[in-house]
């Protein structure tokens, strides 16, 4: 008989585990082993199962917003793009999706995208500004870049109405409902070109040849970004996204160094933020990849540290993430990396912030 009692109790404990309010929560905030008020907030973890982060359909492509407003929906879709849903609004970071068949498909179509309010591009190089025109036409966002970035999608005839041009040497804070935003002047990445040389000598001469059809559809995706060269000292922009409960994201869509405006922008916010969107460096070596990574972090000392810009063409090489991840962590354990595939959903309890003390 002891078996069956054994057995009986290991069920009822299996049972009670299921139905404990940690379970029954509308999500799993990736801060919560962290941060012991997440799991002892009631009222988060009474909340029915929110689909809006159990789904891989953005919400700018039909997909669910979240249900709560205190919660944030965050996912990539690829290189340095990220969708950001939270109280009924969408603000896309970046828009280059329609990269061509010598890349992984994203599982959706830059026409796919029907609903988007706003539209932050870091810098205007093709691979962060590509669609932003169609998108941004077709939704009626609002576009904020840097100078260089906003010229190129006036002459792609956007409505100079929806487009805010920002240098990021001012303080300016821009206020779109439930976000604001705060246009930071970064510095685009420089890495070393004796490196990007070897790098690329290598994948030419070991990795598929594109086609000449490939070719002319990587033309085209490429005139409808910036070419100019000063895209590297005036023409990226870091963003800091305030939500109205004070849960604070900074937001960097290139690996370079950080600058003083950043600095005394964080000084501003108080020197932390809850989750950091940045670009891992393009200089391939660990060696010169993670202290880049290091730098960031130190400098926005976020709660969570999410990469970009890591993913990469069927003929090129994705960055690896895993030893930015082991060195944020050896530095300080407390930090939260995380990384999602394509469209997949990080939920936020946005109540539980920095501003607030947590």
């Excluded at 805010?164 to 930071?184: H, L």
Aim: proline share 7%.
């Amino acid at each position: 008989m002891k078996p069956a009692v054994t057995t009986t109790i290991a069920l009822t404990g299996l049972l009670a585990t299921l139905a404990s309010p940690a379970q029954a929560r509308p999500f799993n905030d990736p801060r919560a082993e962290r941060m012991p008020a997440i799991e002892a907030d009631a009222a988060f973890a009474g909340q029915p199962r929110d689909p809006a982060c159990h789904t891989s359909t953005l919400a700018s492509t039909g997909g669910a917003l979240p249900a709560s407003p205190s919660t944030l929906a965050i996912r990539w879709t690829g290189f340095a793009n990220f969708e950001l849903s939270y109280k009924g609004q969408i603000m896309l970071l970046d828009a280059y999706f329609d990269r061509g068949s010598l890349y992984p498909p994203l599982g959706f179509k830059a026409d796919d995208v029907t609903r988007a309010n706003v539209i932050l591009i870091g810098h205007g190089h093709h691979d962060h500004m590509s669609d932003a025109a169609s998108v941004g036409i077709r939704t009626g966002a609002t576009i904020v870049g840097a100078p260089l970035t906003t010229a190129k999608l006036l002459s792609q005839k956007v409505d100079p109405q929806k487009l805010r041009t920002a240098s990021g040497r001012e303080s300016v804070v821009m206020d779109f409902g439930p976000f604001k935003v705060e246009p930071i002047l970064g510095r685009h990445g420089e890495p070393p070109k004796t490196l990007v040389d070897a790098f690329g000598g290598a994948l030419r001469a070991t990795a598929p040849k594109p086609t000449e059809e490939q070719l002319a559809e990587l033309a085209i995706i490429r005139s409808r970004g910036v070419q100019d060269p000063r895209v590297v000292t005036e023409g990226t922009l870091a963003y800091l996204i305030t939500l109205d409960d004070g849960f604070r994201i900074m937001y960097r869509d290139s690996g370079g160094a950080v600058t003083d405006f950043e600095k005394s922008a964080m000084e501003r916010a108080g020197g932390r933020v809850d989750v950091a969107l940045v670009a891992v460096s393009a200089s391939y070596l660990n060696t010169e990849t993670v202290p880049r990574a290091l730098e960031h972090v130190r400098t926005y000392k976020p709660d969570v540290y999410i990469p970009a810009h890591h993913d990469a063409a069927y003929n090129n090489l994705w960055r690896a993430t895993e030893p930015l991840f082991q060195a944020v962590k050896d530095e300080n354990p407390n930090i939260v990396t995380a990384s999602r595939g394509y469209r997949e959903p990080l939920c936020f309890n946005t109540e539980h912030n920095i501003s607030r003390k947590r």
